[in-house]
């Protein structure tokens, strides 16, 4: 629905457009954004930096081992994939971002807002906006096969 293994390939790009130099890649990620992980590894393939996953677990999610991690390994950039408790935890991973100085790329405005350098991802209040503009029209007789997909 979120299209987070599309989108994320596609900040992979535009990570890689704002940054040209970069030649070290370190991605965060839980165990639940599989799918995503392989689709940045899919584009690497014609980008061709040098990745290095940073796997957080439950149950103590250690972002700052991840951090000591990524800057031991001279990483140039951050590229965090979507997770519930990724999302939660965005105040910290963008201030772990900002004293590590690694410039960062996440999927939702909330992490920008929360310190992060750039976001490409769904904008949810648009999102939920046209639901209930459909919930209306079906709830007004519209057939839902008749409707416009946006």
Same mark, same amino acid.
């Given at each position: 629905?979120?299209?987070? %293994?599309?989108? #994320?390939?596609? *900040?992979? $790009?535009? &990570?890689?457009?704002?940054?040209?130099? !970069?030649?070290?890649?370190?991605?965060?990620?839980?165990?639940?954004a599989?799918?995503?992980?392989?689709?940045?590894?899919?584009?690497?393939?014609?980008?061709?930096?040098?990745?290095?996953?940073?796997?957080?677990?439950?149950?103590?999610?250690?972002?700052?081992?991840?951090? %000591?991690i990524? #800057?031991?390994? *001279?990483? $140039?950039? &951050?590229?965090?994939?979507?997770?519930? !408790?990724?999302?939660?935890?965005?105040?910290?991973?963008?201030?772990?971002?900002?004293?590590?100085?690694?410039?960062?790329?996440?999927?939702?405005?909330?992490?920008?807002?929360?310190?992060?350098?750039?976001?490409?991802?769904?904008?949810?209040?648009?999102?939920?906006?046209?639901?209930?503009?459909?919930?209306?029209k079906?709830?007004?007789?519209?057939?839902?096969?008749?409707?416009?997909?946006?």
């Open positions: 629905m979120f299209l987070h %293994r599309e989108l #994320t390939a596609k *900040r992979l $790009e535009l &990570l890689k457009e704002m940054l040209p130099t !970069v030649k070290r890649l370190s991605v965060l990620s839980d165990p639940s599989t799918e995503q992980l392989g689709a940045v590894e899919a584009a690497n393939k014609s980008i061709g930096l040098t990745l290095q996953r940073l796997q957080v677990r439950d149950p103590s999610y250690d972002f700052e081992g991840a951090f %000591r990524a #800057t031991r390994s *001279r990483t $140039e950039a &951050l590229l965090v994939l979507t997770a519930p !408790v990724i999302f939660r935890e965005r105040s910290e991973i963008a201030q772990l971002a900002l004293k590590n100085r690694l410039p960062t790329s996440f999927a939702h405005r909330k992490h920008v807002e929360a310190g992060g350098l750039m976001s490409y991802g769904p904008h949810f209040p648009d999102m939920w906006r046209l639901a209930a503009t459909y919930v209306d079906i709830a007004k007789g519209a057939k839902p096969a008749d409707l416009p997909l946006e």
